[in-house]
């Protein structure tokens, strides 16, 4: 039997891994529990397991941490590890700790082929998917490493959320994205409520349908910008599953939903998506048509990206325009910008092999809408936007 990884699979799938070695399934449930609720990779650890099955164990798998190519940490306290996952790519995760939680921003792929225009994954291209087990590792090494470093009594945890808003689009990466939320969310494994873990995505409007009844966890929805015009531009994924379908699909999402709304990102682009009528246009598409809350992000550039952070003033004023409404409006507090953290910013390393970046870099520069409060639906070039 060729060695495997047991990172890579959810409770099921160990259950059948160890089915093959002829054990039965709760010698299935001790492994998993051992591997996730401990930490523990070397099967001579594992005290209740029989002394055969370890040297099964020991013969047919391996638990593979990912490589930690290096560690910073913010003075908030936010913490930024590069995992080395080969063949010259990287990705990045991040642990935000607030007081009553602690938040790990886990990466799905390395690089993103999406190509959005504020972000700076989608400027360096795409290389490939990561496995489950590599989506796990990066949990698996941030729980385990934090317990012992921030010196938790036992059954503490460290990690008490998951966003999947690191590099990638985990709707892109489906077939991996859902043993590893079954891993995050199992009893077993790390016990976290479907509400505590969110996917977050550009719009993939298929897959939001398949997460419904695969695997329903928190949604977040990417979404930027209030029309179609304009989001073309910023998520091209819109060209092809645009604005009224993702609401659609967002919709259908809440039947199944451990919340009862959908959060819609929305990153403030100076002269771009943050003027009065941008945010009365976005009362108009949501407002008794989809339960949500919107998450205002102030954008953190990158020289590539060509945009700015919109001002404090008309962040707060775009947030009253939607709070006015009744729309429910938070606007993020930045963290870990000090160490290119923050949202937007994960970069890591991408060989990129399909040429998003060269699509990216010579699309056309967006026009940027300065005066009057008009908004940019206004004055926005058609012909510039599809270039
Ligand atoms: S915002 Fe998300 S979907 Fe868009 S390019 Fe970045 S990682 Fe990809």
């Known amino acids: 039997m060729k060695s495997v990884n047991l990172l890579e699979f959810d409770l099921d799938g160990l259950a059948a891994f160890c089915e093959q070695l002829g054990e039965k399934r709760f010698r299935a449930t001790q492994l998993f529990r051992w591997i996730h609720q401990k930490g523990a990779s070397d099967f001579a650890q594992m005290s209740d397991l029989a002394k055969s099955l370890r040297e099964k164990l020991a013969g047919t798998a391996f638990v593979k941490p990912l490589t930690i190519a290096s560690e910073q ?14 063949g010259g790519d990287a990705v990045e995760t991040v642990f935000i700790p607030e007081d009553d939680r602690g938040t790990l921003c886990v990466s799905s792929q390395a690089g993103c082929a999406v190509g959005c225009r504020f972000c700076s994954t989608g400027h360096q291209g795409f290389s490939r998917n990561l496995t489950a087990g590599e989506i796990v590792a990066q949990l698996w090494f941030a729980e385990h490493h934090l317990r012992k470093r921030l010196d938790l009594a036992d059954g503490e945890r460290a990690i008490t959320n998951i966003v999947m808003m690191g590099m990638g689009e985990p709707l892109q990466n ?4 859902v043993p ?3 891993v995050m969310l199992d009893d077993h494994g790390y016990g976290l409520s ?4 969110t996917v977050s995505t550009s719009g993939v409007v298929p897959m939001i349908d398949r997460l419904r009844d695969d695997c329903p966890v928190a949604l977040a929805v990417s979404l930027h910008a209030p029309n179609d015009l304009l989001r073309d531009d910023l998520v091209p994924l819109n060209r092809k599953y645009p604005i009224a379908e993702l609401l659609a699909s967002c919709n259908r999402y809440l039947d199944a939903a451990p919340r009862d709304f959908i959060t819609f990102e929305y990153c403030m682009l100076d002269g771009v998506n943050d003027t009065p009528e941008h945010a009365r246009q976005l009362v108009h598409l949501v407002r008794d048509h989809v339960s949500c809350k919107f998450n205002l ?7 590539e990206s060509g945009l700015k952070r919109s001002p404090r003033e008309r962040v707060t004023a775009f947030a009253r325009v939607l709070q006015d409404a009744g729309v429910v409006t938070t606007i993020r507090k930045t963290r870990g910008d000090d160490i290119d953290a923050a949202c937007g910013q994960l970069a890591g390393e991408v060989q990129d092999r399909t040429r998003v970046k060269e699509r990216i870099s010579t699309r056309a520069p967006i026009r940027i809408h300065r005066e009057g409060p008009q908004g940019v639906s206004e004055t926005y070039n058609k012909q510039e936007s599809k270039a």
Do not use: E, M
């Open 194 to 197: 479907r509400r505590r873990v």
């Open 180 to 182: 590893a939320l079954r």
């Open 174 to 177: 489906y077939s991996a994205l």
């Open 73 to 86: 940490a913010s003075t908030d306290g936010t913490i930024k590890w590069l995992f080395d996952v080969g």
């Open 297 to 303: 992000i102030p954008f953190n550039p990158f020289p």
